[in-house]
């Protein structure tokens, strides 16, 4: 009888959201001349949206249609699966354990969807704090306007500043060469368009020597 009176109560406060307030209002019209839209799941639904953003996208589609129903197949086979047992939660600490699992889990995908670490951060602010550095030669500054304007700085992160979706670049020195990242910019790379085509040899240059200038990065005033 608890469970049934608390089942009601859950329904009925449901019903109650439902009716008085509803689904969010549509404010206009879809424009579909703009192609810089950001579609985003309501917030309860943002670990679902982490799922799908994270996963081979060959298999979307299979999880799509088998994952609902492999999931009520498993809740409904529980209770006959699992017919005894003890009703303390500290004798049952495998699941305990799985509920804290499926929790952190969440949580965690929770965050990675609200933080969209698959996406160019297209608001990202300029490097502007590099263009004040007094020492820096034309190249360097050249470099740095250009890893603002050709979408560097969406992807990669310059100490503080730029997005998350690349690898970070400030001591990007100390990993590659500068024949080595020459080629990575020209070819691209796995989810890294190819700017051979988009980028002067002077632009290309101008940047890179950018990138190569470690003290001018990490200690502006030096």
């Not at 799941?41 to 670990?47: A, G, M, V």
């Not at 190249?139 to 969406?154: D, E, K, M, P, W």
């Amino acid at each position: 009888m608890e469970r049934c009176g608390f089942s009601a109560l859950v329904l009925i406060v449901l019903v109650f959201i439902a009716w008085f307030v509803g689904a969010p209002e549509l404010v206009g019209a879809p424009d579909l001349t703009n192609v810089k839209v950001d579609p985003k799941p309501d917030w309860y639904f943002t670990w679902i949206f982490a799922i799908f953003a994270l996963m081979p996208r060959n298999i979307g589609s299979y999880v799509i249609m088998l994952g609902p129903v492999l999931t009520i197949t498993v809740l409904l086979a529980v209770p006959f699966l699992s017919k005894g047992g003890e009703r303390s939660p500290l004798k049952r600490p495998w699941a305990i354990g799985a509920v804290a699992f499926l929790i952190i889990t969440i949580c965690g995908l929770w965050y990675i969807g609200d933080v969209e670490p698959w996406h160019p951060k297209f608001d990202a602010e300029p490097l502007s704090e590099y263009t004040t550095v007094p020492e820096a030669k034309p190249s360097v500054q050249r470099g740095i306007n250009v890893f603002n304007t050709a979408g560097c700085l969406y992807c990669h992160k310059i100490n503080d500043q730029g997005g998350i979706r690349g690898p970070n670049l400030t001591n990007v020195q100390n990993r590659l060469t500068k024949e080595q990242i020459i080629i990575r910019i020209v070819n691209g790379a796995e989810n890294m368009p190819a700017y051979g085509g988009s980028l002067s040899k002077e632009e290309l240059e101008d940047v890179v020597d950018f990138l190569l200038k470690d003290k001018k990065r990490s200690n502006p005033n030096n």
